[in-house]
């Protein structure tokens, strides 16, 4: 097996490989160390590799470990975020990914007005039209953007997309052609990009490179960096 060190250097790697086949500039682009059932030992170990930035999809789970873990890191919480539990992320992380209501960002912006705080928020879109799957519909995110964009301590810099699972990362390709357009077309409108550069959240351990090529800012690696999970 190799080591977590390993595993951040050949991702890192193929970060900028990928960004040059694209054409874009590898520094834009962030890799959020996914870290969900791996325990607060491994996510040091990233630590000491020089990774900061980690991704969490269970509240309960992050709120035992984050505190563990210096405090120059950075959070993004990337699960299904039920409101009665917003109040606890709005406190603990620096992103939320999975903003799919209004109700949700309403409920994230109250308990950040009590605290003073901000925080950035993407928007989850369920690009394959999945119908069990969370993240509102392609046609539903203006809407909800129009809504969100008038919140000021949640702001909102991009979408966020969990294409359907297909083991080849080229089937994935034309879902993140369609996320980089639907942001495109939302940028046009006036309802993203304005103050910030927008960020599109897509790919995964198996599909980050072909993420990269289509757009994105942000690749979610979890498996690649601390191996199978349980
Ligand atoms: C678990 C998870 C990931 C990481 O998946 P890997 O295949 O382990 O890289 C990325 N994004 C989300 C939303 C996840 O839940």
Redesign the pocket.
Known sequence: MTSIKDNLADIRQKITLAAERGGREADRIKLVA?S?RKPAAQIQEAIDAGQMLF?E?YVQEAQEKIPLLPESTSWHF??HLQSNKAKIVAELFDVV??IDSQKLADVLEKHLATHDRKMEGLIQVNIGLEKQKSGVMPEDVEPLLLHANKLEHLRIVGLMA?PPYMSDAEAVRPYFAKMRVLADQLEKKGLLGQQTKTELSMG???DFETAIEEGATIV?????IFGT?N
């Open positions: 996914v969900k991704g999809n990337i699960g990914e999975t969990m995964m351990s198996g979610r690696v979890g498996t690649a999970r």
